[in-house]
């Protein structure tokens, strides 16, 4: 056999047949013996030239270089395996079949794992030859490793499929002759190809576009996805494939030059098209080399893998994968754009203005606009040359008539960005119409998403370019910096159309009460603003909010209330989920630095907002009750003026003769007033005398028993809260954390109580692990004789959390991983030591953090829980045995030091 000859420039589109004729075509020779030979020649021809393109790619060719190679190596191969494995075949039937390539690989759009779709086309006589030569090459291929999708049709069959498969259909729009009879194949384009380019174009046009929902809708119908799909996703290769497929069939073109040449497309759409081509190619080519089975998802770890390919660096501004991903974002909504355009253009009818009404009729309004067809227009097309703040009254118009913008009107104001300087930035008629826009809650969003897409808001303010596409590289935000805010801004507007009235009574109450809405939607649109100059973005942007309000023209009072809102936006969640809101000092401390109660309704709503906007699962109910605690304590100091600690001597008093009311008939007031002597002032103090009432219910009924729980579920229906009674013994909270652990249970907040005669109280939030509740009262049985079980001694919590498993809907795939960290404040409180834990979350942590806490012989009073999807964020209020904070240096670093090693260490060790 011929060996390859060592090409250096690994000359595909030239290469020469790869085997001795006489070897493998000789019909002396034995067909399986002849096969063996091929299949080692073509293995080789596979391998070297494989090796030779990947070298290529890896040394920076473009993603269409690597395409075309890989096209053109198959196309060789494909070739000579026909001619060789038909050579023995009949020889007048080579004339009656043709090997046609559809699909991507029809487009001549290889990848490495792309798979590669063939039909056997012949012309309807016998079918004979045209299944034994596809039948020899498919063995042939799926020995060699192709994933070969393949049919034997006739122009008939063809017809038929086109007719009742979209699918089918298209691929037969990117059939491209391969070997075989030339004539059959012109027969093909004749017969085939100008009917399924011109038969029933609007029943195409229609079937397409709910194809292309569905795609979204299974993929995900946006381009800011944490995992995009770069095949399938929105603003990925298959958007410009279904806008190209559908300009052809409307336009009956061949080719995107095609659609060049018969004025569809301008010159500068067509390089669009191409460079967006080429930038996604290059990322598959190497999304396909790194991954080890066939996959077009961008994963967290191949996402790290591509941007050291591409040559991105961290950087003190951002991680390199971050600056990747923004490029790649940015990229995905041009992609977006570009293919929406083309689909509008092959779908928008001829203009019909001879209908006297609605729809049909041309309605005029101001400056030059009109609606038709629901949608808004230019009379004129200069007209954004003479008056650029014109742009601004576009939106408000689209949104005050309900309609969207015309895709000629949207080109229009993206060709004119650049004549928004700061002169029409700051212009009266440009800065009424943008507060226009957000003073009426409906539509807001929307309009500001259009805004955004046509990269309008990044001129009109020029900061928030600096969160264009901008990326956290974790599971926790799964929008980009931009959309959060836009989607955070219409949170709120939710709030005002009634939206959360029934679920969100106090919050839909509170923003209602708003003044000025605008301001409020303003400091929700730009309170992520710094995020584009790195570490401490709430400063950073609240340092450039006095820039963007002169600009905007606001007065000084509402300048400054913007800078606030900004500057302090992360404070109520923080507090609200990682400090104990049963401490006056930080309820005072809090109500100071709001200062009024209107910068507190304001920081409240942004803060549901920007929790909200997240993600789908990082909001639930149990935060927004801890929210709403902190916002009615601290309304209520604001609202009495009164800055000073309560007289808690008096408080508890009260309070100690509510609970006797309630409780002397059930037990006798000589009881009652027997436990409250021993409950601490803390307790009586956390808790309104009906809740103390119930946890001494508790308390009580437990008699001689080793312990007594109670199960109520939260008044949102969101969380179970557990009330548990038992005797005080060391390490009583992480034993808890074991039992729940191995339970399945999620710990999201946590009361503990020791009273002066030695029996513990606490009380505890949970959910399921997947944040449900849970009602199943034989799991809470379960719960129970553990939990006796453990008190008494008779089982070890270590064996039972070394038995959990980690929950089968948690994935094995890599994620985003951060440095463990714990960081010890001794000012916060002033009976209490806080340690708060930022770390990967993993089934058992809590138990392994309280466990470690036990073993340093610290007493946890109050512990914050706080998930953020597969990170935690756990706060704990700690004394050592003496009840006192923790202040000696060595023994603050051994806490520390203790800690970071529990967080690294394997479950149960």
Same mark, same amino acid.
């Given at each position: 056999m011929t060996s390859i000859e060592n090409p250096q420039e690994c000359p595909e589109k030239t290469a020469k047949p790869f085997f001795s004729p006489k070897e493998l075509t000789d019909p002396g020779i034995p067909f399986e013996e002849r096969r063996a030979n091929l299949l080692e020649a073509s293995s080789k021809y596979l391998g070297y030239f494989r090796d030779c393109i990947r070298e290529k790619h890896r040394q920076g060719a473009s993603g269409r270089e690597i395409v075309g190679r890989l096209t053109a190596f198959t196309d060789t191969l494909l070739r000579n395996l026909y001619c060789s494995l038909s050579a023995d075949l009949v020889e007048q039937d080579l004339e009656n079949c043709a090997l046609i390539a559809l699909g991507g690989y029809g487009r001549a759009e290889l990848n490495p794992g792309s798979d590669i779709d063939l039909m056997f086309f012949y012309g309807g006589k016998d079918r004979t030859f045209a299944e034994q030569v596809s039948e020899r090459m498919l063995y042939l291929l799926w020995d060699l490793g192709f994933d070969v999708g393949h049919s034997v049709r006739t122009a008939k069959d063809c017809l038929d499929m086109a007719e009742r498969d979209i699918t089918a259909r298209t691929a037969l729009l990117d059939g491209r002759y391969l070997v075989g009879s030339e004539t059959l194949y012109r027969e093909f384009e004749q017969s085939v190809l100008k009917p399924v380019m011109g038969r029933n174009t609007k029943a195409f046009l229609r079937e397409k576009i709910e194809e292309n929902d569905r795609r979204l809708g299974k993929y995900g119908s946006s381009v800011y996805l944490l995992e995009p799909n770069i095949q399938e996703g929105e603003g990925g290769l298959r958007d410009l494939h279904t806008a190209i497929w559908m300009a052809r069939v409307k336009f009956k073109a061949s080719s995107l030059r095609d659609l060049l040449i018969k004025g569809v497309l301008t010159e500068q759409e067509e390089a669009a098209f191409e460079q967006a081509f080429d930038y996604l190619w290059r990322i598959r080519n190497e999304l396909h080399y790194i991954s080890p089975r066939k996959n077009e998802q961008i994963h967290f770890d191949q996402q790290e893998q591509i941007a050291k390919f591409l040559g991105y660096r961290d950087s003190k501004r951002a991680l390199a994968v971050e600056q990747f991903m923004q490029d790649y974002y940015a990229h995905a909504t041009e992609v977006e754009h570009l293919a929406s355009t083309l689909i509008t253009k092959a779908t928008q009818q001829e203009e019909q203005t001879t209908r006297i009404l609605g729809y049909? %009729?041309?309605?005029?309004?101001?400056? *030059?606009?009109? +609606?038709?067809? *629901?949608?808004?227009? +230019?009379?004129?097309?200069?007209?954004?040359?003479?008056?650029?703040?014109?742009?601004?009254?576009?939106?408000?118009?689209?949104?005050?008539?309900?309609?969207?913008?015309? !895709?000629?009107?949207?080109? #229009?104001?993206?060709?004119?960005?650049?004549?928004?300087?700061?002169?029409?930035?700051?212009?009266?008629?440009?800065?009424?119409?943008?507060?226009?826009?957000?003073? /009426?809650?409906?539509?807001?969003?929307?309009?500001?998403?259009?805004?955004?897409? $046509?990269?309008? $808001?990044?001129?009109?303010? @020029?900061?928030?370019?600096?969160? =264009?596409?901008? !990326?956290?590289?974790?599971? =926790?935000?799964? =929008?980009? !910096?931009?959309?959060?805010?836009?989607?955070?801004?219409?949170?709120?507007?939710?709030?005002?159309? &009634?939206?959360?009235?029934? /679920?969100? @009574?106090?919050? %839909?109450?509170?923003?209602?009460?708003?003044? /000025?809405?605008?301001? #409020? $939607?303003?400091?929700?649109?730009?309170?992520?603003?710094?995020? &584009?100059?790195?570490?401490?973005?709430?400063?950073?942007?609240?340092?450039?909010?006095? %820039?963007?309000?002169?600009?905007?023209?606001?007065?000084?009072?509402?300048?400054?209330? #913007?800078?606030?809102?900004?500057?302090?936006?992360? #404070?109520?969640?923080?507090?609200?989920q990682r400090r104990d809101l049963h401490d006056d000092k930080l309820i005072l401390q809090f109500a100071r630095t709001m200062g009024m109660s209107e910068n507190l309704k304001m920081l409240y709503l942004l803060t549901f907002a920007d929790i909200k906007a997240v993600g789908p699962e990082v909001w639930s109910e149990w935060k927004g009750f801890l929210l709403q605690e902190l916002y009615e304590k601290t309304y209520d100091v604001l609202e009495r003026g009164d800055f000073r600690l309560e007289k808690r001597s008096e408080k508890v008093r009260n309070r100690k003769r509510k609970v006797v009311g309630l409780l002397e008939e059930e037990f006798g007031t000589k009881v009652i007033k027997g436990v409250l002597r021993g409950m601490n002032t803390r307790y009586l103090l956390s808790h309104r005398s009906a809740e103390i009432a119930e946890h001494l219910r508790v308390f009580l009924g437990r008699g001689e028993k080793p312990l007594a729980m109670k199960v109520e579920q939260g008044t949102q229906g969101e969380y179970t809260q557990l009330t548990i009674s038992t005797v005080d013994i060391p390490g009583l909270f992480s034993k808890i954390t074991g039992v729940m652990a191995a339970n399945g249970i999620n710990i999201l907040g946590a009361q503990i109580y020791t009273q002066n005669q030695g029996v513990a109280l606490d009380i505890l939030q949970v959910s399921s692990l997947t944040g449900e509740i849970i009602v199943n009262p034989e799991k809470w049985r379960r719960v129970q004789k553990d939990l006796v079980g453990v008190v008494e001694g008779r089982l070890r919590v270590k064996e039972l959390v070394k038995r959990c498993k980690e929950p089968s809907f948690v994935g094995e795939r890599p994620k985003p991983r951060f440095t463990n960290r714990v960081e010890i404040d001794n000012e916060v409180s002033d009976e209490y030591t806080v340690v708060d834990i930022y770390a990967h979350d993993k089934v058992g942590l809590l138990y392994q953090i309280t466990r470690t806490l036990k073993e340093l012989g610290y007493y946890i009073g109050v512990s914050k829980i706080s998930t953020k999807v597969d990170q935690i964020a756990d706060t704990f209020y700690i004394q050592d045995i003496f009840a006192q904070k923790v202040t000696f240096e060595d023994k603050l670093e051994e806490l520390n030091r203790r800690l970071l090693e529990c967080l690294d260490a394997e479950l149960g060790s």
């Open positions: 049909f %009729t041309r309605r005029n309004l101001e400056d *030059g606009f009109y +609606v038709l067809r *629901g949608e808004l227009r +230019v009379s004129v097309d200069d007209l954004f040359e003479k008056d650029p703040a014109l742009m601004m009254r576009a939106f408000l118009l689209a949104k005050n008539h309900g309609v969207r913008l015309s !895709v000629p009107l949207k080109g #229009l104001i993206r060709a004119n960005l650049h004549r928004i300087n700061d002169r029409v930035r700051r212009s009266r008629a440009m800065t009424d119409d943008f507060f226009g826009i957000l003073r /009426k809650p409906h539509g807001v969003g929307d309009t500001l998403l259009v805004m955004h897409h $046509l990269r309008f $808001l990044n001129r009109f303010i @020029p900061e928030f370019e600096r969160i =264009y596409c901008n !990326v956290q590289h974790d599971l =926790y935000h799964i =929008y980009t !910096v931009d959309i959060h805010s836009i989607f955070a801004l219409e949170e709120i507007a939710k709030l005002w159309r &009634g939206d959360y009235a029934r /679920k969100k @009574p106090l919050l %839909t109450k509170i923003a209602n009460d708003i003044e /000025k809405r605008e301001l #409020l $939607l303003l400091a929700v649109l730009l309170h992520d603003i710094g995020k &584009g100059e790195g570490k401490d973005h709430c400063n950073k942007g609240a340092d450039m909010i006095p %820039t963007i309000a002169r600009r905007l023209g606001l007065n000084k009072e509402d300048s400054q209330r #913007l800078e606030f809102l900004v500057r302090q936006h992360l #404070l109520m969640a923080h507090n609200a």
